[in-house]
């Protein structure tokens, strides 16, 4: 499905200025036009918009205003920008007081005019993630519930238990798609506290201090009224970072001075806000690394790492990939799709490496719930042929553990005989009953089965 491009709907009687704008815009955003108050409100009830750029006099003196909160009645969440020639700074304030996101003069520049806009759209976007996840959690933290008994996520399950009673910090590593973000969620689930979630990445913008910690009307060109920063939406709850080492070094050494105390002051004030946070990072890389290689600051680790909770890749709880994918498939079947895996293709994925984890299953679920229709069994041959390849391949470079020397070692090879060794000597152990095998390994018949057969014991 292809994202819709933001709706912007420039409302002015001057028909330059909706020119000139749209010119300006071109490209980046759709744009539609209103030339009065009331031509404004037809367009927002008839079709989606993001964002209004709203005259202050129009037909009379004051109509934006007037129109501002009937605006919002329309769509609780729409971003309304005041563009006025006025001045007054009186006229700004009572613009934020009724309703408007924020304070643009006529005579901006083309860059005030997008960095305005993509301020307040950032912004927006966070804080109705917040609020849909606050509003909804119960059924939010059930629709992505964790899923699996393996001895990994049974002791993660555990530790998440014991680190949501405190307010300690926490530090999340794990492989790209492995569920660090769900993990995060889960920890944050108190009450109806908010949960502010920040992708890193996006702290590379000019705008990160403004994100971040807000600002006050005048801090930097285009800021023409006051805003909260992330910090403070998360007041009283929790504030996520996702992947917190692509973060840039010298936005690392102001977040550690609002970690440490506890409060942030806005771009363009010299007031310090009092404020109650927890903090939870995740990232996928080795952050001590990081700090040897001068990428990340130490003193940021250690004030973040006062809990480290690792959730372990996929290909390390193989056992729990049959009640991940029935998962999967509840969520992504359709009335004609395939419904459950035969026990050919359900082996040859417990085989599989997963290097995308969770998210790759739960891709590949989805794949086949649209692909494989009219039967209810997927086989072998409905799996993509890069996962047939590979786990054949697997089979074919099976090696016995004698074979190996130190000329000619392998790791992942090694290990692979190793399990082979154990599994052998279990097997002849427990004189060929499964049964006891699988009381003893403490994991299912079926998954005992899937490596029996992997390593050719029959």
């Not at 119960?138 to 238990?161: T, W, Y």
């Not at 729990?320 to 079947?333: E, N, Q, W």
């Not at 009953?433 to 029996?452: E, F």
Request: hydrophobic letters at 40%; a neutral charge; proline letters at 3%.
């Amino acid at each position: 499905m292809i994202e819709r491009k933001k709706r912007v709907l420039i409302v002015d009687d001057d028909r330059a200025i909706h020119l000139a704008t749209k010119y300006v815009l071109r490209g980046k955003y759709d744009c539609l036009s209103a030339y009065n108050g009331d031509e404004a409100m037809i367009v927002a009830q008839s079709q989606p918009v993001d964002v209004i750029l709203l005259d202050i006099h129009m037909r009379h003196e004051g109509e934006g205003l007037a129109y501002v909160p009937r605006l919002r009645e329309i769509d609780s969440d729409l971003d309304i920008i005041i563009v006025s020639a006025n001045t007054e700074i009186d006229l700004a304030s009572r613009a934020m007081k009724a309703g408007s996101s924020a304070y643009l003069l006529k005579e901006h520049s083309a860059d005030q005019l997008i960095i305005t806009i993509e301020s307040v759209l950032s912004k927006r976007e966070v804080v109705r993630e917040n609020q849909h996840y606050v509003r909804d959690r119960s059924r939010v933290l059930e629709k992505n519930k964790i899923i699996g008994n393996s001895p990994a996520i049974s002791q993660l399950m555990r530790d998440i238990e014991k680190v949501r009673r405190s307010r300690a910090n926490v530090v999340i590593l794990g492989d790209t798609g492995s569920g660090k973000e769900l993990v995060a969620r889960h920890i944050g689930a108190i009450g109806g506290h908010p949960f502010v979630a920040v992708d890193s990445a996006t702290i590379m913008s000019s705008m990160a201090e403004s994100i971040l910690f807000g600002h006050e009307k005048g801090a930097f060109t285009g800021a023409q009224g006051q805003t909260k920063g992330l910090f403070e939406e998360a007041h009283g709850g929790t504030i996520y970072f996702d992947e917190i080492a692509n973060m840039p070094l010298e936005i690392q050494a102001k977040l550690l001075r609002v970690i440490e105390e506890k409060e942030v002051t806005r771009l363009g004030s010299t007031k310090t806000i009092p404020l109650d946070f927890r903090v939870i990072c995740a990232t996928n890389k080795d952050l001590e690394t990081q700090i040897t290689e001068g990428k990340f600051k130490d003193d940021l680790y250690q004030r973040l790492s006062v809990i480290t909770l690792r959730i372990p890749p996929l290909r390390e709880r193989s056992e729990d990939i049959p009640a991940l994918i029935s998962h999967f498939f509840g969520r992504f079947r359709y009335e004609n799709s395939a419904r459950q895996l035969s026990d050919g293709a359900m082996e040859m994925l417990t085989r599989y490496s997963w290097p995308g984890n969770i998210r790759e299953l739960s891709n590949l679920v989805a794949n086949l719930c649209t692909m494989v229709v009219d039967r209810e069994i997927v086989e072998v041959e409905d799996l993509p042929a890069k996962i047939r390849d590979h786990v054949y391949r697997g089979k074919e470079e099976s090696v016995p553990l004698e074979a190996f020397n130190e000329a000619d070692m392998d790791f992942y090879k090694y290990m692979h005989a190793l399990e082979g060794k154990v599994l052998r000597d279990l097997y002849k152990a427990h004189g060929g009953n499964i049964s006891q095998m699988s009381k003893s390994l403490r994991v299912s018949r079926s998954h005992l089965y899937s490596k029996l057969n992997a390593h050719g014991i029959q």
